[in-house]
C-alpha cells in the first residue's frame, strides 16, 4: 500500500512540522507543503492527494485560504479541512465544502486523530 498523502497549504514552519509529525505517526502519511494558492493549485493539477489542509491566513504571503477553498470545488477534488481556531472561518469553510477543519492546538486531540483515520486509514 502507497502512503497517503497531504497536501498543506500554507503553514509556517513549526506548524508545517507538527502536522506532518502528527500525520506521520497517526497514519503514515507524507505532508507535502506549500506557500501559497498559487502553488496549491498548480500542484494538485498534476499530483495526486489524499487530503489538503488549508490555513485560514498564509503565513508566506498573507493570502485567504477560505478563498482557495471556495475555488476547489472541481470535481474530483481532494477532501481538504481548515486549519483555524475561529468558529466562524470554519462554519464558512464547511459552507464552501471542507469537511470540519481543526485549530492546531487540537492536533493531540483523539477525536481529531480518528476523522484523520477515516480519511486517510491507519
Given at each position: ?8 497549504v500554507g503553514q509556517c514552519d513549526f506548524d508545517h512540522g507538527a502536522i506532518s509529525a502528527r500525520l506521520r505517526a497517526l497514519c503514515g502519511a507524507t505532508v507535502v507543503p506549500v506557500d501559497t ?86
Open positions: 500500500m502507497s502512503s497517503r498523502r497531504v497536501l498543506s494558492a498559487a502553488e496549491a493549485m498548480h500542484i494538485l493539477s498534476s499530483e495526486q492527494f489524499d487530503l489538503v489542509l488549508v490555513n485560514r491566513i498564509f503565513d508566506a504571503d498573507g493570502g485567504s485560504g477560505l478563498e482557495l477553498i471556495q475555488g476547489m470545488k472541481a470535481p474530483g477534488s481532494p477532501p481538504c479541512m481548515l486549519v483555524s481556531n475561529f468558529p466562524e472561518a470554519q462554519a464558512q469553510a464547511q459552507a464552501f465544502g471542507a469537511l470540519p477543519g481543526f485549530g492546531k492546538a487540537a492536533l493531540a486531540d483523539p477525536a481529531l486523530a480518528d476523522r484523520f483515520a477515516m480519511i486517510l486509514g491507519r
